[in-house]
């Protein structure tokens, strides 16, 4: 079962709304739909929540130490409570998937995400859950840097809170440890593709006129 709800962003109101930062958008959705308070914890550089659901004791968290630091926080509270890499889910941005579509996996590579870099140095270990929020890719590898760290045009961000709010509801199975319902959930209720445009009506031409005489 998920014991640990790791969100990854930037601290700072010049990240919030950020690509970057919608990992820390899904972990607040999370605290408030359980009525939790995220308060600063400087033993573990990070906004940290506690709670119980049926009997179980869960965390939030909200690493404060930049992206790249963000292992830092999350193996100072794991360590502390024992907290083994299976029941920590890591929720975190997604250049590989669109905006509106979420993949929940465990392990494998960090894929050159600097917050899982840190995450699978600092805990020894890839064998952690992850729920890849995707923002869409710019394109051109160049420019992956300057689109994370900008906000999205409104519909994709409108799209990004469409997926937190359907994945939230995956919530009670990752509690309970069932990893293939919230799989199912999340992988299977995927958002409705845009319509095409339709295409433009040819233009009419102009009606011939008669010449004139002066």
Known sequence: MIKLFVGLGNPGAEYEATRHNAGFWWI???ARSLK????????YQALVARGQVDGQTL?????QTFMNLSGRS???LARFYKIQPEEILVVHDELDIA??????????????????RDIH???GSDRYWRLRLGIGHPGHKAEVVNWVLKKPAPEQRQAIEDCIART???APALLAGDMDKATQQIHTSKPPRPKPPRPAAPAT???????TVD
């Open 28 to 30: 607040d959705e999370l």
């Open 121 to 123: 140095a600092q805990l």
């Open 205 to 211: 031409p102009p009606a011939p006129q008669s010449p």
């Open 36 to 43: 939790l308070t995220l308060q600063p914890e400087r033993s």
């Open 74 to 76: 999350v193996s100072a």
């Open 99 to 116: 905006p509106g579509e979420a993949k929940l996996k465990l392990g494998g590579s960090h894929a050159g995400h600097n917050g899982l």
């Open 59 to 63: 965390w939030l968290l909200e690493p």
């Open 168 to 170: 939230l509801k995956a």
